[in-house]
């Protein structure tokens, strides 16, 4: 059994324009259709299991109240009919029936525990059971679909019924994050995007009338080709004026333009109410524009407007502030509309790592027993011999890191790091050093500055020893690092810088990870996916695999590439963790000592396994080369090869 969770979505920006760029399969005049789409906070909460039959249950009140349970056989006669019924449950069994003609699939069983979305009301709850429905069938037969792939299905899917639902409606499926849909043809790209001030929405259902298949079926007939200045008003609303806004928008999330985003999406109703709303009287919202207009609500944000298809759906407003978030709901709801907030945070810019240093290097014994491995002397393309240590530090403060914790084993272990990073060089052998040397030894001691220390007391294993920086974390994404392991990046940016820009596109868990043969895959944990992107460097990881034995990964872990190749990826030595792993780490510690049994190994692999099942992992093919020094034979790899060019190429 899996569960589940897919939110409504809410369009910011570029309402239609996703069936109006389609038209340009028809008409290469048109603009490509773009939109600003989110995730919200509510949505629609499953339990999916394998079954013999298709069937649908429900806890959830706003369903259960409306429609009921229904089961039927997987048979794709019986579920196209269910799909053209007109009941909540028609958009699933339009969605099973696609599976079932193309994927030849068994059964599901969904049981919805939970729903927050409200229905009817511009946030997709259609769209929302569509993508879960797609989603169950995905991971429940191991279909290996990315997420445009089960957005794409859901769809299609959802085309199998009575709905004309657009382009934009299933990117509730990349979850809660605002995203650029760009809409060319056939064509669809997502684009994760950045937001630099926290954004306090509020949206409300109006609770009033809205007929969008009328208003679809009357904006469509101005398509593909504009027959009078209506109509081409109509293509210049959705085409080009519609771009000029959507960049806007993005410029101003960007950039913190909190103020002038709001007045944009003023601007933007402005627009649609000039443009775009003659061309069908079911535009015509008078609901809509007297709330828009409510002199209660003006002081309280800096600007509103419709939502999806327009008419009198719902409404969204960017609040001033947090404070103001809460009044305006307040006052909506008393108004007897449904209002709900939505709050769009910045991304976290990774500022701290981590590297664990406890271990003993017994595979490097007896040199461990004068100097730990990660002091081992390093030749560098500079010419100057670094420990390991310095290296990795070096590596993160040239990717903007600003505060390190090394999780050390003991006390005792912390006088070799004051010895060298917080003790000055004796004067006497400074002044042996030339200028250039001399500055570099402030630069070390500078980064001294930087340094934090936990301890390892027990050594529990390798996911305890991470654990011991929780509260160094503070609750935010930080950066981990192996101690015996070095990084030479192939482009002009640190491998570590690679994938702190990837985790601020995804706001996701993140691995780095790189290729390796297939007779070696038993020496390395496996990570298998789907291509998340056209150049295949972001893999969306759905089975983490310990050592597996060759055979098991030829035939399941292996990730299909453009070419048709099958490849087979390891992580690649470093990782960005969010809190969701410290909390994990934390309960599975908590476990093992309500068992009694502190000799269990907490294992990271086993943290992240979990993480990744409940809310997604996301590897990172880095344009880098990694070197491994824990053991005799990859530490002299390392010192004969690390000082050399790098290889052009890709992890």
């Not at 291509?531 to 050592?547: A, R």
């Not at 086993?606 to 409940?614: F, G």
């Amino acid at each position: 059994m899996i569960k589940l969770f897919v939110p409504g979505r809410l369009c910011l920006f570029g309402e239609h324009t996703d069936w109006a760029g389609h038209y340009r399969t028809m008409n290469a005049d048109i603009e490509p259709g773009a939109a600003i789409v989110t995730g919200i906070e509510q949505g629609i909460y499953a339990e999916v299991e394998r079954s013999s039959i298709f069937e649908m249950r429900s806890d959830a009140p706003e369903i259960t109240g409306l429609w009921s349970d229904f089961s039927c056989r997987m048979n794709e006669a019986e579920l196209k009919r269910v799909a053209k019924s007109g009941s909540f449950f028609c958009y699933c069994a339009g969605v099973a029936s696609y599976m079932l003609e193309w994927y030849k699939v068994g059964g599901v069983s969904i049981h919805i525990t939970d729903m927050t979305l409200p229905m009817k009301s511009g946030l997709s709850s259609s769209a929302a059971i569509c993508v879960l429905v797609a989603r169950a069938f995905n991971l429940l037969y191991n279909l290996n679909l990315n997420t445009l792939g089960e957005m794409n299905i859901a769809y299609l899917g959802e085309l199998r019924t009575s709905s004309r639902c657009g382009r934009l409606d299933q990117a509730c499926a990349f979850g809660v994050k605002p995203n650029l849909m760009t809409f060319d043809g056939d064509e669809i790209e997502v684009r994760s995007l950045n937001v630099k001030k926290p954004l306090y929405w509020v949206f409300a259902d109006l609770c009033a009338e809205k007929d969008t298949i009328r208003i679809l079926s009357d904006l469509n007939k101005c398509y593909p080709f504009a027959s009078n200045d209506e109509e081409r008003r109509l293509h210049d609303a959705l085409g080009i004026k519609n771009r000029e806004n959507i960049e806007r928008a993005i410029q101003y999330m960007a950039e913190g333009r909190v103020e002038e985003l709001g007045q944009l999406m003023t601007d933007a109703e402005k627009m649609f109410d000039e443009m775009v709303a003659p061309m069908s009287p079911a535009l015509w919202a008078p609901k809509l524009h007297e709330v828009l207009r409510d002199e209660h609500i003006q002081p309280l944000v800096y600007g509103g407007k419709g939502v999806g298809s327009h008419g009198d759906g719902s409404v969204q407003f960017l609040a001033k502030n947090e404070e103001a978030q809460l009044q305006l709901m307040d006052y909506l709801n008393a108004q007897g509309m449904k209002a709900y907030k939505l709050t769009l945070q910045p991304v976290h810019t990774v500022r701290r790592a981590i590297i664990p240093v406890a271990g003993f290097g017994t595979r490097l014994y007896p040199a461990t027993r004068a100097l730990k491995k990660d002091f081992f002397p390093i030749p560098c393309p500079d010419g100057k011999v670094r420990p390991v240590i310095l290296i990795l530090l070096e590596e993160l403060i040239a990717s903007g890191i600003e505060e390190i914790c090394l999780v050390l084993g003991s006390e005792e272990e912390r006088l070799q790091y004051a010895e060298f990073f917080d003790k000055p060089l004796a004067d006497d052998h400074l002044r042996k050093l030339n200028p250039e040397n001399q500055e570099y030894e402030n630069h070390i001691l500078d980064i001294g500055k930087r340094l934090h220390y936990v301890y390892q007391r027990e050594k529990r294993g390798f996911g305890h020893a991470v654990y011991q920086a929780a509260e160094f974390a503070r609750n935010e994404p930080v950066l981990l690092l192996l101690g015996d392991t070095l990084y030479r990046s192939q482009s002009n940016k640190p491998c570590a810088l690679q994938l702190i820009e990837e985790y601020e596109r995804y706001n996701q868990l993140m691995v780095s990870i790189h290729s390796v043969p297939l007779s070696d895959v038993s020496h390395y944990g496996i990570l298998s996916g789907v291509w998340e992107d056209k150049n295949e460097t972001i893999l969306s990881v759905n089975v983490m695999h310990e050592k597996p034995k060759a055979s098991y990964a030829e035939e399941f872990l292996g990730v299909r590439t453009k070419d048709g190749e099958r490849k087979y990826y390891s992580v690649f030595g470093q990782y960005i963790l969010t809190s969701d792993v410290f909390e994990q780490l934390a309960d599975d510690i908590a476990k093992a000592d309500s068992d009694g049994d502190r000799l269990r190994e907490i294992e990271l692999t086993t943290a992240l396994d979990a993480v990744r099942a409940k809310s997604g992992m996301m590897g990172v093919r880095l344009r880098g080369e990694m070197f491994d020094m824990g053991n005799p034979t990859a530490l002299r790899h390392a010192v004969l090869n690390y000082s050399e060019p790098a290889h052009k190429g890709e992890a």
